[in-house]
Nanobody
Framework: QVQLVESGGGLVQAGGSLRLSCAASGSIVSINTMGWYRQAPGTQRELVAVITSGGSTNYADSVKGRFTISRDNAKNTVYLQMNSLKPEDTAVYYC????????????WGQGTQVTVSS
């Protein structure tokens, strides 16, 4: 059994910062790509940022220069540092990780709410 547990969401004013964390636990053999997605009300879930096991990163254009994804492989944890937050960043943020137990499978966290007030 694998679990992804997110933390760090909350309410912040525009221009502020938040740091999200997502820790994977369970019978993990290896973790490939880890990432963050978000979903605002009435919209589809969208990619925010991903990071490979080797540390290569990719970001949505809307967050480039403001958000930074990182990971600690020893702790099976991925982070998302969010700076210069805007009201349009308001969404539920979900952690995703491609984890091998017997074979590789994508796992999702439960989501954490980020609300940016203007």
């Amino acid at each position: 059994q694998v679990q992804l547990v997110e933390s760090g969401g909350g309410l912040v004013q525009a221009g502020g910062s938040l740091r999200l964390s997502c820790a994977a636990s369970g019978s993990i053999v290896s973790i490939n790509t880890m990432g963050w997605y978000r979903q605002a009300p009435g919209t589809q879930r969208e990619l925010v940022a991903v990071i490979t096991s080797g540390g290569s990163t990719n970001y949505a254009d809307s967050v480039k220069g403001r958000f930074t994804i990182s990971r600690d492989n020893a702790k099976n944890t991925v982070y998302l540092q969010m700076n210069s937050l805007k009201p349009e960043d308001t969404a539920v943020y979900y952690c995703n990780a491609r984890i091998t137990v017997i074979r590789e499978y994508p796992y999702w966290g439960q989501g954490t709410q980020v609300t940016v007030s203007s």
